[in-house]
């Protein structure tokens, strides 16, 4: 009888032991898909932030040179070096954002100010 009931025993902790080996791969392999999603995430998000950096100051570079040549009569050069300032603008956004281009030396300096402001 005592046999019975360890041979029983036995057989339900091989079976718990199966089951928790189970789990825990099924955690495993959730645990690696979220974090390609978080990492799927950071990039997208990166794009977003690239790619609207780039457009805005794109489309703030012609307004100003719309309103240049409105108020000056420039047309239309104030319109046409204002959108390839802006253009030159929004591509060393991109390649600071990148990692590509160290900080301007100014923002690194108000870096620097805000930290001792912090302290």
């Known amino acids: 009888m005592t046999d019975d009931r360890d041979d029983g025993l036995e057989e339900r902790?091989?079976?718990l032991s199966a089951e928790l080996a189970g789990r825990k791969a099924e955690d495993a392999?959730?645990?690696k898909r979220d974090a390609q999603s978080e990492e799927s995430r950071?990039?997208?998000?990166?794009g977003?932030?690239?790619s609207s950096e780039f457009i805005s100051a794109v489309a703030v570079g012609a307004i100003l040179g719309f309103l240049l040549d409105r108020?000056?009569?420039?047309?239309?050069?104030?319109?046409?070096v204002l959108l390839l300032l802006g253009f030159c603008a929004g591509?060393?956004?991109?390649?600071r954002a990148v990692g590509m281009v160290a900080a301007s030396p100014f923002s690194q300096q108000a870096a620097r100010d805000n930290e001792r402001d912090d302290q």
Not at 42 to 46: D, F, I, Q, S, V
Not at 71 to 80: D, N, R
């Open 13 to 15: 902790r091989k079976r």
């Open 29 to 31: 392999a959730e645990a």
């Open 42 to 46: 950071k990039g997208m998000a990166l």
């Open 48 to 50: 977003f932030k690239i």
């Open 71 to 80: 108020f000056a009569g420039t047309s239309p050069w104030g319109m046409i």
């Open 91 to 95: 591509v060393l956004n991109v390649l």
